[in-house]
């Protein structure tokens, strides 16, 4: 394919249908010229006619758009104890999401082979030929090199990247990401008119990641390592951190600090929904918490302002630093929603500089738990594109 055909697709990405002038205008090439390409993209089953569109006079142009039948792409969010599937058309529409598929993982080449296996089953399930699979994004958490295809969260081989393990077994070309910069892919793409070319997602969940858009493009960083914002060393709390350093904002901005508050307030007495949970079973999981968030339980009301507040200082900083136009906060603590919102605000409004905020709008995440899932679809698309 060549660079202005892959243009032409690329213009049908971010803007949707488009008409010859569209083209020609879009990539300073001439209407001949730019007729020919897209009569060979649609020859070779990647655009498609859309036939004539409406215009306040004169004649009505043809449109073309990105053929979703070229074929599909399969995006595979995996966490520890279960993963989610989304399968995406060539447009990048959403035709499956897939949630909460149990399985337990484990840094070994039989637990990566048998996912693997399972991947297969539920795409092919869903009425999916695998031979039209044109390629599959896979993200996990922690640090990992999308250039080299290494995890160093789930590490099997020196001499075998996880990435040739999945696509060996897979028999389809294979991209992994890490989870946070997936969902910032995700929703950047999905966002639409709302996107803004500078951009930070924060993925609140057990851990604490972020993902960077930066002058419209995912950036990773010198080593593909970008993004530990949860690891800024910022709370003088003298928590060790599961990374071994101390005073982590993870430590206080988390799932896992909120289920370490949680369990602190219960232990001194506190009163709450979760006080039987509690003494039945020695412990409470994140899932817990914020089921008794969403029954406005007070103790867990309390954490999740706790914790609001905590990252709202965080993400205050990050303001001061890249003076984005949007920051999107995802991830499962977002069931919290203005109980976690209202006091990131107020610690945004309190600790960043008025002027370079100004400007920065902040939300949740609109895709929720299938951001991961939809980012690696798209991923995996970019990829392909690239490699044609």
């Not at 215009?55 to 966490?79: C, H, K």
């Not at 039989?110 to 399930?125: A, N, Q």
């Not at 500078?198 to 057990?206: A, E, R, T, V």
């Not at 896992?256 to 001194?268: D, F, M, N, P, Y």
Request: with cysteine; charged share 20%; hydrophobic share 40%.
């Amino acid at each position: 394919m060549t660079t202005a055909q892959k243009g032409i697709i690329d213009l049908c990405i971010k803007n949707g249908d488009c008409s010859i002038a569209d083209f020609s205008k879009g990539l300073s090439v001439s209407v001949p010229t730019v007729t020919k390409l897209v009569s060979e993209l649609i020859a070779d089953g990647y655009l498609t006619d859309k036939g004539k569109v409406g215009t306040s006079g004169g004649r009505r142009p043809n449109t073309f758009g990105l053929n979703p039948d070229a074929g599909y792409f399969v995006g595979v969010d995996i966490a520890r104890q279960h993963f989610h599937i989304a399968i995406a058309d060539f447009r990048g529409t959403l035709k499956f999401f897939i949630q909460d598929i149990s399985f337990v993982l484990e840094a070994n080449a039989d637990s990566f082979r048998t996912i693997c296996k399972k991947i297969k089953e539920v795409v092919v399930g869903s009425d999916i030929s695998w031979s039209k699979v044109l390629g599959i994004g896979i993200s996990l958490s922690g640090r990992v090199n999308p250039e080299k295809g290494f995890s160093l969260s789930y590490f099997v081989s020196d001499d075998i990247p996880l990435k040739d393990i999945f696509q060996r077994e897979l028999g389809a070309p294979v991209s992994i990401e890490n989870d946070s910069r997936a969902m910032t892919y995700g929703e950047y793409m999905q966002s639409g008119s709302d996107s803004d070319p500078d951009m930070l997602f924060i993925n609140l969940s057990w851990g604490l990641g972020m993902g960077m858009i930066l002058d419209g493009n995912l950036y990773y960083g010198k080593s593909g390592f970008s993004g530990e914002f949860g690891h800024f060393p910022l709370l003088d709390n003298n928590i060790m951190c599961r990374c071994g350093k101390i005073g982590c904002l993870e430590t206080g901005a988390s799932g896992s600090a909120l289920t370490k508050w949680i369990v602190g307030r219960l232990k001194e007495g506190r009163r709450s929904s979760l006080s039987n949970i509690y003494k039945e079973n020695g412990e409470i999981t994140l899932q817990n918490v914020l089921d008794a968030v969403e029954d406005e339980d007070v103790l867990a009301i309390e954490g999740i302002g706790s914790i609001g507040e905590t990252l709202g200082r965080g993400i205050a900083g990050l303001i001061n630093i890249f003076n984005p136009g949007l920051v999107v906060i995802g991830g499962r603590l977002i069931v919290g929603k203005d109980y976690l919102m209202l006091p990131i605000r107020t610690a945004i409004n309190k600790f960043s500089l008025s002027k370079v905020s100004a400007d920065t709008r902040i939300r949740f995440s609109r895709l929720g738990r299938s951001a991961a899932a939809i980012g690696d679809c798209l991923l995996s698309r970019s990829k392909y594109l690239t490699q044609l």
